[in-house]
């Protein structure tokens, strides 16, 4: 679930940079339409994409690290490297058929403030409902980063040097809710996701490659082939939810983003193929229980 809930936080962040994308009503129509007050934006879009989503490490891995042991130099150089995600796409999926939701119209937010408990604590509550969403992306890989730019606001990576390490990732996510809070955050954290998604998450297809061979000469690259992955709750067609996202201070863990989920999960592969293209076969895992867990994001 961790690689579901970065995913789903990415795709969060792609929507609202999107907003050209929304129509919205103001308070006083959608007074008199529903009789209540607040915002909702409905999200209509026809697709959604990114050319490249990068993530630079700007001081690369130190030079000095090496294997527990002490054996082995772990080959860092202290030299800027970035992670790079081409041709990211985010639409309604093919297979959405939630009666709540129109053509093309892929989630929509409530938008309400409240003064909160005896007026002390108010706090603004987002909720956004999402239609079933398809994720693609072209590739994941890694370069070395260019210099800092002095103008504009592009910087990217080297292309002699970009390094496939994942290819062909087609995500499908069926219709869900999240709920935020900024303020008084009564629900106990500033995002959860308390529900279920329906039809749970699939994974059509995902490669990880090991690169052998040089940037140029990939003749000798290996890959492990997944497809066909589905994520359900134990024995269910659907995928309950019970996620919380926080943003820890530095006197909690170190400070970073914080990310927990539990439940029992059902987790199914179609085909799992290592190094050629002959699949070794399916493979299920019933009832996996991670506890309590939480992920914790931060820098270094």
């Known amino acids: 679930m961790k690689l579901f809930s970065k995913i789903a936080l990415v795709s969060a962040m792609a929507i609202s940079a999107n907003a050209m994308a929304l129509e919205s009503m ?114 994941i890989a890694v370069g070395a980063s260019n210099a800092v730019p002095v103008a504009g606001a592009r910087r990217g990576v080297d292309a002699a ?60 690259d290996g890959t492990i082939a997944i497809g066909g992955l589905r994520i359900t709750s134990e024995n269910s067609n659907d995928l309950a939810v019970d996620t919380a996202i926080s943003v820890l201070p530095t006197a909690e863990m170190g400070g970073g983003l914080s990310i927990s989920s539990t439940g029992k999960k059902d987790i199914y592969i179609g085909s799992l193929a290592l190094g050629n293209a002959n699949s070794i076969g399916s493979i299920e895992i019933q009832g996996l229980d991670m506890g309590n867990n939480q992920l914790i994001v931060s820098g270094h």
């Open 161 to 220: 040097t970009e390094t496939e390490i994942i290819s062909g990732l087609d995500i499908t996510v069926g219709d869900s809710e999240l709920n935020i809070q900024l303020g008084a955050q009564p629900q106990g954290a500033m995002i959860v996701a308390n529900g279920t998604i329906t039809g749970g998450v699939t994974i059509n297809s995902l490669n990880l490659i090991d690169t052998r061979g040089t940037v140029t000469d990939t003749t000798d």
């Open 26 to 139: 103001d308070d006083e129509a959608l007074s008199a339409a529903t009789g209540q007050d607040g915002i909702t934006l409905t999200i209509i879009t026809d697709g959604i994409s990114i050319d490249k989503l990068l993530v630079h490490d700007n001081d690369g891995l130190d030079s000095t690290l090496t294997t527990q042991d002490g054996a082995t130099n772990l080959g860092g150089t202290d030299t800027a490297g970035a992670i790079v995600v081409n041709g990211v796409t985010v639409g309604v999926s093919a297979t959405a058929t939630n009666p709540a939701f129109g053509p093309n119209e892929l989630a929509r937010v409530t938008i309400d403030t409240d003064a909160g408990d005896a007026g002390e604590n108010p706090f603004l509550n987002i909720n956004m409902k999402n239609n079933a969403i398809d994720i693609g992306v072209d590739s």
